[in-house]
Nanobody
């Protein structure tokens, strides 16, 4: 089992920055990749937009809408993943979820509770 807890959401102005954190606990060794997804108002979490994923070997893939603005990183000593969001736009408003995928039997997705990011002037 893996537990994920996000923090760091809030209100920002267009062009501003926010930093999200995802604290990971439990059996971390089973995780194959982690990432951030976001859910715009009115959409289901499972149909949310990919923000970025990071594989266990460090490979990173960003969604087209955030390339060059968002950066994923992790602190292995603290078992925490971060999402630095710069040059925020109105359309970045969403609930942001941390996700971990484990190629166990059966394969399992773990989700955090989500954190609200609102970009507004």
């Amino acid at each position: 089992q893996v537990q994920l807890v996000e923090s760091g959401g809030g209100l920002a102005q267009p062009g501003g920055s926010l930093r999200l954190s995802c604290a990971v606990s439990g059996d971390i060794s089973i995780i194959n990749f982690m990432g951030w997804y976001r859910q715009a108002p009115g959409r289901q979490r499972e149909l949310g937009e990919l923000v970025v994923i990071m594989s266990s070997d460090g490979g990173v893939s960003y969604g087209d809408s955030v390339k060059g603005r968002f950066t994923i990183s992790k602190d292995n000593a603290k078992n925490t993943m971060f999402l630095q969001m710069n040059s925020l736009k109105l359309e970045d408003t969403a609930v942001y979820y941390c996700r971990a995928y484990a190629a166990t039997q059966p394969p399992t997705n773990y989700w955090g509770q989500g954190t609200q990011v609102t970009v507004s002037s």
